[in-house]
């Protein structure tokens, strides 16, 4: 999509006359340093580099002399004069034109013309036959919780919107923010709607977008995995990302470069279906954004490893604080709902760190319809448990005592050690509005004296090591009110036979410790490196066999990875358009998110086996039968996102029907960083999506 050329950065300064940039070919100037990019109309006028270059000597002398004779007046950003989308079915324009909307001229603009899209006509009812192409513009650019702008606003929780003030939970802190907000303004689109999204990148360092939960498969390069499907946007370019959205659900975007989504660089993108597709729309009244909870554990200043707190939608107690919860010196997001009514929420763990979190609402219980975007069979619920980026959406029928309560989430693992919680506000209609719930977040947390009747759903602690095959794979809520993530009922039927034979890869999370003490974290017993071309884009220009490795070719090496420090560019081969099955063990006591890009799978078995030396020859367990599976005919829940238990496993299925490379990797943001992570590249080259080779110059 992108041509990107650090020496060309002067020369575009001197191009923003029009009537030249308009002819030049998009995909020479797409992200250029003054990133300016053209409609796909006007994109094919002109195709040949010596009339590029011809045009840039034209430019030059023009612009010289006008500059001679009187200074340019100044130009301000605005957003564009057109609507941001236009109908495809509407007549008149063809659908072509709707590229005329969008911003082509980032030479100068105003940060102060961004914000949200509450008034985006993508925001609409979703009609059969009615698909849009949807525009937007993002800026990420550094911020600060409680920052300069913040005046009134910390006094005033009224004022905060009008100063742009993230308050955050009262400790000034640098974030990065995407149009002045942490969390990011959501996105919102129907199921199969065109999505073009301007990337402006304020950093500065390079960034990238990833869009978790699409599947891309006629669009590969827009995956936003940096040197996997593309090249990093560096500081000062802008990147248009544009791919349709085949599905529906609760899905998210996110910066997938270095801590930047620990710094707040992510945000909601909420697709949804018309009512005639939706098999749960029966079961609510509303689905409101505002009804969208993301909730991210943080760190303070620069302390990427000590977390410190837990925000939901950004907002949340100070834990530096001795004040009580219910003091209204506080800032809690606050929910609105009408008595009598049934509303659609939807929850996104931005996790960063490993903290699982456990999310309930005082008095009242969850009617729990999907996870990570793909409907289930409903299960009625007290609560639920999330690992990073996992999603649940749950139905919550507005049936109690007019008054304010607590949603609540509780922090585990590494959340744990400063008993880390976190709290919003569900107010009825009727109640006092600014008025807190009485008591504690964590007071009696389900308004019951024992734990021992409550329904609990995705519970990370997996108890026992020697439980049975039956209550291992929580197959009956009546016998076991933990209701485990593969006892959970997909909607749609698995899409292969009942006799279906797949082949099988056995994987492994775990870690290693560097001679300098550093402990490096490893997928199949190797620490990724990143490559230094983007794999997608410049896959012709190497031999796999000497740029890749994985387990198998250093072992034919004589490399015992298992016993030294294995290091390099992981990528495990997978043939295209087969039935594949992923057996990954966990090696670590502590449970890891398990995540691939491109693809959605279907989760079969999940079990801990509680013995390092069983999980290292899980292979050999698999082949004696060992290893529990859900039969061939049940409806596998679907997931992208799913955790692996401690000293325990998970054996996933899916189609490859999806060829390109494809990030794999734990999604706690430490443990992806420091080496947790490969590369599944699915089919021969030929098989993939045809992109020109980019090399930056």
């Not at 590029?52 to 023009?62: A, F, N």
């Not at 609510?284 to 954004?289: C, E, I, K, R």
């Not at 947390?445 to 095959?469: F, I, K, M, W």
């Not at 899980?618 to 596998?636: F, H, Q, T, V, Y």
Request: aromatic residues 10%; contains cysteine.
């Amino acid at each position: 999509m992108t041509t990107t050329c650090g020496a060309c950065a002067k020369v575009w300064v001197a191009l923003l006359a029009k009537n030249f940039l308009r002819r030049l070919p998009a995909n020479q100037v797409a992200s250029c340093p003054l990133r300016f990019a053209m409609s796909k109309r006007e994109s094919k006028s002109l195709s040949s580099p010596w009339l590029l270059v011809l045009l840039i000597g034209l430019s030059l002398v023009r612009i010289h002399a006008e500059s001679l004779s009187e200074p340019s007046p100044e130009v301000k950003f605005d957003w564009p004069s057109f609507p941001w989308s236009r109908n495809k079915t509407t007549k008149g324009k063809p659908s072509s034109s709707l590229y005329l909307d969008m911003k082509n001229d980032y030479s100068q603009m105003e940060l102060a013309n961004f914000g949200d899209f509450d008034r985006h006509p993508c925001r609409r009812v979703c009609q059969q036959g009615q698909t849009q192409s949807c525009y937007y513009q993002l800026v990420v650019h550094n911020y600060q919780r409680l920052g300069p702008e913040c005046q009134r606003c910390q006094y005033d929780e009224r004022a905060c919107a009008a100063e742009h003030c993230i308050f955050g939970d009262g400790v000034s802190n640098p974030v990065m923010a995407v149009n002045r907000m942490v969390p990011g303004p959501p996105i919102e689109l129907c199921e199969n709607d065109t999505v073009v999204v301007d990337i402006l990148n304020y950093l500065g360092e390079p960034t990238s977008m990833h869009w978790h939960g699409v599947g891309l498969k006629r669009s590969p390069e827009m995956d936003g995995a940096p040197f996997i499907t593309q090249y990093p946007l560096q500081p000062g370019e802008v990147q248009r990302y544009e791919f349709q959205v085949d599905r529906s659900g609760s899905l998210w975007y996110h910066s997938h470069a270095g801590w930047q989504r620990g710094f707040g660089v992510a945000g909601a993108l909420i697709v949804r279906q018309t009512r005639q597709e939706n098999q749960h729309a029966q079961l609510y009244d509303y689905d409101l954004v505002e009804h969208t909870l993301m909730v991210q554990d943080i760190f303070y200043e620069r302390n990427l490893q000590d977390v410190r707190n837990i925000l939901i939608n950004g907002k949340g107690r100070n834990h530096l604080s001795q004040l009580p919860d219910n003091d209204n010196r506080h800032r809690y997001e606050r929910l609105r709902v009408t008595p009598g009514y049934r509303y659609r929420m939807r929850v996104i763990l931005n996790g960063i760190t490993n903290c699982p979190v456990e999310f309930s609402i005082e008095q009242h219980k969850l009617l729990i319809i999907s996870t990570d975007g793909n409907d289930i069979e409903p299960v009625l619920a007290d609560g639920f448990f999330l690992t990073s980026a996992e999603r649940f959406d749950f139905v919550l029928e507005a049936n109690q005592y007019v008054k304010n309560y607590w949603i609540r989430i509780r922090g585990y693992e590494m959340c744990e050690g400063r008993n880390l919680y976190q709290g919003a506000v569900l107010s009825y209609r009727g109640s006092a509005r600014t008025e807190l719930p009485q008591g504690s977040i964590l007071d009696n947390p389900r308004g019951r004296t024992s734990d021992e009747d409550l329904v609990l759903v995705n519970d990370y602690r997996y108890a026992s090591a020697n439980a049975s095959v039956s209550s291992t794979l929580r197959q009956s809520l009546d016998k076991d009110n933990n209701v485990g993530t593969v006892a959970l009922k997909s909607l749609e039927p698995v899409p292969w036979s009942r006799y279906t034979k797949f082949l099988t890869y056995y994987s492994s999370f775990g870690f290693q410790m560097a001679q300098n003490g550093e402990m490096l974290f490893q997928i199949d017993d190797i620490s990724f490196n990143l490559p230094a071309i983007s794999l997608l884009q410049g896959r012709h220009l190497y031999q796999d066999d000497d740029y890749f490795c994985n387990k198998s070719s250093l072992a034919a090496e004589g490399r015992r990875c298992e016993r030294e420090l294995c290091e390099c560019v992981n990528v495990i081969r997978m043939p295209a358009y087969r039935p594949v099955e992923m057996v990954v063990a966990n090696y670590m006591e502590s449970t890891h998110p398990f995540h691939f890009h491109g693809y959605t799978f279907r989760l079969i078995g999940q079990a801990v086996l509680g013995n390092l030396n069983d999980l290292r020859n899980i292979r050999e367990l698999d082949r004696r039968g060992r290893l529990a599976r859900l039969s061939d005919d049940s409806a596998a829940v679907a997931k992208d996102t799913v955790q692996i238990p401690g000293l325990g496993y998970i054996i996933v299925r899916f189609i490859t029907s999806n060829p390109g490379f494809w990030l794999y990797h734990c999604h706690i943001e430490a443990h992806a960083m420091q080496g947790m992570a490969a590369v599944l590249k699915v089919g021969e080259d030929h098989q993939m999506k045809t992109i020109p080779a980019r090399v930056r110059c």
